[in-house]
């Protein structure tokens, strides 16, 4: 089995150690490198090449926003990004989720989970429970404007119907399994869909589908019709 392989960033030298140590224990994970500050992440990223990226929101001179949009604006594949934070909905998280990273964890979170969060984005499943999507979901809704709203449909104006019901049902944070269940169509076929989404949209993982899919007012409209 091929470690993952993980980078850290975080300004506080404690949380580092902390996170080193209960990561870099487990069989599947290697700490490949750590970062004090988001500038240090793209030439680390590049000298290590990690899998995924702990990334903490807040630090002092390249914040993990930037340095997120940074990776993200490099066009290639990159490693998966996971932020580190102390809030479950802020704006600087959502922008982050926007910005592409593949979803976040709160700094209170109990190792295992911490550890189940990275394995999932490793493989390139979500780490957004339903529950924290809607929260995130209900945070956006704050911060929506009719110009983001007016871009977001014209975004979704390109799906298929049936894109267009994968799209929904990703952004009410279902698992393919649970998406294949309620439109009757088999889990390769979801995976399929949301694959072509993602080209389509030209996104980098299911969180950014699910905000697209608010940002349309898709949720609102629960799967009624019409664009």
């Known amino acids: 089995m091929t470690a993952i392989r993980l980078l850290l960033v975080d300004d506080d030298p404690l949380v580092r150690a902390g996170l080193s140590l209960m990561l870099g224990g487990a069989a599947d994970i ?9 500038s240090e992440v793209e030439e680390l990223v590049d000298r290590v090449h990690p899998d995924v990226v702990l ?23 990159g490693p998966q990004i ?14 982050a989720l926007r910005a592409g ?7 209170d979170t109990p190792p295992a989970e911490i550890l189940d969060a990275v ?15 809607r929260q995130l979901m209900e945070h956006a809704a704050g911060t929506a404007t009719d110009t983001r709203r007016a871009r977001a449909r014209e975004r979704i104006a390109a799906l298929g119907d049936r894109e267009r019901e994968v799209a929904v049902a990703v952004g009410q944070g279902l698992a393919n399994a649970e998406i294949a269940t309620g439109l009757f169509m088999s889990v ?16 980098n993982n299911r969180v950014q589908i699910a905000l697209l899919a608010y940002d349309a007012g898709l949720l609102e409209e629960d799967g009624e019709g019409g664009h």
């Open 30 to 38: 290697e700490i490949v490198g750590e970062a004090a500050d988001g």
């Open 55 to 77: 990334m903490d929101i807040r630090m002092p001179s390249v914040d993990g926003l930037t340095a997120t949009e940074r990776l993200r604006a490099r066009g290639d594949a």
């Open 82 to 95: 996971v932020v580190l934070t102390t809030f479950h909905a802020d704006e600087q998280v959502l922008r």
């Open 101 to 107: 990273a593949a979803g976040f964890v709160l700094k």
């Open 119 to 133: 394995r999932r984005v490793a493989a390139g499943d979500p780490v957004l429970s339903p529950a924290v999507t």
């Open 188 to 203: 390769a076929t979801v995976k399929t869909h949301v694959s072509r989404i993602l080209a389509k949209l030209d996104l």
